[in-house]
């Protein structure tokens, strides 16, 4: 069965630098969500989109945007990166909002480290 | 706010042994609560998920139970297996936050 995608799965940056990370959901799935998890953490939400509309929003820094697209993938965007933003970020997505009792389903992650 | 406890830690077991894991949330107005492991450096595998009203749902050698009034969950792993050797984590979506709260789970390894 086809799976959460997550696009690059390493990606290194340095301080200030600019990065974007991809996810496409599973076919079907209208709702997509964003989590951070640092090293030895459990995932801390960031933000969530149902319908291409953003539905709810969690710790995300100003410095992070994303979107979620016509075609349901999404995209995070994180500028001026810090050290402190070195995490494995996740996507997963789910058909309905988690009030609908759809499980949430995970992709492996993008390992983002800021040199 | 919503806060999520996993009992144990860490757990080792020998192969064979059932076990429980267990999991607790402050706030009892939840939509639903989920069971997740996670392989080192892996993502997250959705497991069980039980909606707030039931009691237990069941998956292979799995059983989750609810016990919302009480904010309780338990996962029950029969005759578990070195492959079950994971980080369980347990996640609750509602209450004040309409969000996926996560616990800080549970490092299970199973001994051969």
């Known amino acids: 069965a086809a799976g959460v995608i997550q696009s690059p799965r390493h990606l290194i940056k340095e301080k200030r630098e600019t990065a974007t990370l991809k996810c496409y959901p599973i076919?079907?799935?209208?709702?997509v969500y964003w989590y951070q998890q640092g090293p030895g953490q459990d995932p801390q939400f960031l933000i969530s989109?149902?319908?291409?509309?953003?539905?709810d929003k969690g710790s995300i820094p100003d410095r992070f945007s994303a979107q979620q697209f016509s075609d349901y993938h999404s995209e995070l965007n994180m500028s001026s990166l810090e050290l402190g933003d070195s995490a494995l970020y996740f996507c997963?997505?789910?058909?309905?909002?988690?009030?609908?009792?759809?499980?949430?389903?995970f992709g492996d992650g993008t390992r983002l480290s800021i040199l | 706010k919503q806060e999520v406890t996993q009992i144990p830690a860490a757990l080792s077991v020998p192969e064979g042994e059932n076990l429980v894991l267990n999991c607790s949330f402050t706030d009892s107005a939840i939509y639903n609560l989920q069971w997740f492991r996670q392989d080192p450096g892996k993502g997250l595998t959705s497991l069980l998920l039980i909606q707030s009203s039931q009691r237990e749902q069941t998956s292979g050698r799995l059983n989750a139970s609810l016990d919302k009034s009480s904010g309780r969950s338990t996962l029950y792993i029969a005759a578990s297996q070195p492959g079950d050797s994971a980080t369980y984590l347990c996640?609750?979506?509602?209450?004040?936050?309409?969000?996926?709260?996560f616990g800080t789970g549970t490092l299970l390894a199973v001994q051969p």
């Open positions: 997963a997505s789910s058909l309905g909002q988690g009030r609908d009792n759809q499980p949430q389903h």
């Open positions: 076919p079907r799935h209208d709702t």
């Open positions: 996640a609750v979506y509602g209450g004040a936050t309409n969000k996926l709260i």
């Open positions: 989109f149902y319908e291409k509309m953003q539905s």
